[in-house]
């Protein structure tokens, strides 16, 4: 009898965390490594959000919550949804959890039978597939390429959708392209979903606040009204407020979606802390300052990102809309000889070696399902930004 459980051999452990721990090992070492593999800000979380967390200390709000979250944060919640997506949910409708994973986990559990189908535009976030596979369902992943956008097509979504599909999750903006819908694109999508009334949406927002340019965001229920009572809309508080470690992430959805998500919950985690959750009450209600300073300093690197990748001999990068990460393919690279001597069979091969010779730790494209790219995370200091880029010029330059 094998100790650990069938379905755990669905999934594969998270090869973003895989090269985040071995640069921190190599780190430890002595090596001088610049790490652009984590997805969080450098930036610290606001003054005011910790003033909140040692004030609920202080005041002894170290209790028990209830299990979708605190009453002060659902209506926090609910009332960001309304500023800022013009979307009306009540806060029985609203679900906090430790943080976006479990949200999508608990939904992805809550609802998936064996067999059923969730469409997956890829890349994708390495999580998606694999919390669908660890809930016995069946991720259907669909290509979208740098032609379009790195953004899936109605036409395509139309020919994904099967009588099994059950879901489609849409990273809005997204990890790891940062690739941005916009309304009119937004829209497209939706029609086909108006025309198939048993499939569900779940929309990931996470990292709505952080668009540059005139980038304008939008979200599925703000486009198509229509579709509310089957989209789950999930957003929290880590990569817009800087609150990775605080783990508080939160869903708008139907009644009954929710409540079946808060009696998964119950079972598991319970609720969140109660001490990040005072700290997300002033994030979503307090000033917003920090956000726009933190978003103006993630545009600036971005472009000098791009700009910088675009000089190095073999490799191509798009300009995203948003997020804080860069998706360059290293196709031109692929087939050549490193410096070091390793050849450049993947784009597995081309990170290890950058990281093995020059110290940058990145992350290859094929762990996002698309193979040639590597994905790079802004969310670093502009110096080390730089010199990172320089790195990864001076290796490029290199190969043979």
Not at 49 to 60: H, Q, T
Not at 110 to 126: F, R, S
Not at 240 to 261: D, N, V
Not at 302 to 324: K, Q, W, Y
């Amino acid at each position: 009898m094998s100790l650990t459980a069938e379905r755990l051999n669905k999934v594969s452990p998270s090869q973003t965390i895989a090269i985040s721990t071995k640069a921190r090992e190599m780190k430890a070492a002595g090596r001088d490594i610049i790490s652009l593999s984590a997805g969080e800000p450098d930036f610290p979380t606001p003054r005011n959000i910790k003033d909140a967390a040692v004030k609920a200390i202080e005041e002894g709000q170290t209790l028990y919550t209830d299990v979708s979250g605190t009453p002060a944060l659902r209506k926090a919640v609910a009332a960001k949804f309304a500023r800022d997506n013009h979307l009306d949910y009540k806060p029985e409708e609203i679900i906090v959890s430790t943080g976006g994973k479990q949200v999508i986990f608990n939904a992805m559990v809550a609802t998936l039978d064996k067999g059923d189908e969730v469409i997956i535009p890829a890349p994708c976030w390495v999580s998606y597939p694999d919390i669908v596979s660890l809930a016995d369902g069946n991720p259907v992943i669909v290509p979208a390429g740098p032609n379009q956008g790195f953004k899936i097509t109605a036409e395509q979504l139309e020919a994904a959708i099967t009588p099994k599909t059950k879901w489609v999750m849409l990273n809005n903006p997204c990890n790891p392209t940062g690739a941005a819908y916009t309304a009119e694109e937004l829209k497209a999508l939706t029609d086909v979903l108006l025309r198939h009334p048993n499939v569900w949406i779940f929309t990931d927002d996470i990292y709505e606040k952080l668009v540059y340019g005139d980038f304008k965001f939008a979200t599925i229920v703000e486009v198509e009204p229509k579709l509310r009572d089957r989209t789950l809309t999930m957003n929290g508080c880590s990569k817009a407020y800087a609150m990775t470690g605080w783990r508080i992430g939160f869903a708008g959805a139907p009644a009954a979606l929710t409540k079946a998500m808060d009696k998964l919950q119950s079972q598991s985690t319970s609720n969140t802390s109660s001490i990040s959750q005072a700290a997300a009450v002033e994030a979503l209600n307090g000033p917003q300052d920090d956000v726009e300073t933190m978003r103006q300093a993630f545009e600036r690197r971005r472009d000098m990102v791009v700009s910088m990748l675009n000089e190095a001999p073999g490799i191509h990068c798009n300009t995203p809309d948003g997020a804080f990460y860069v998706f360059p393919s290293v196709t031109g690279c692929l087939g050549k000889t490193t410096k070091g001597g390793k050849l450049l069979a993947t784009d597995e091969d081309f990170v290890l070696a950058l990281l093995e010779e020059e110290g940058v730790a990145t992350v290859h494209g094929s762990a996002f399902l698309f193979p040639g790219y590597m994905r790079i995370s802004y969310a670093a200091s502009d110096e080390s930004l730089k010199e990172a880029c320089t790195r990864i010029q001076r290796f490029c330059q290199g190969l043979h």
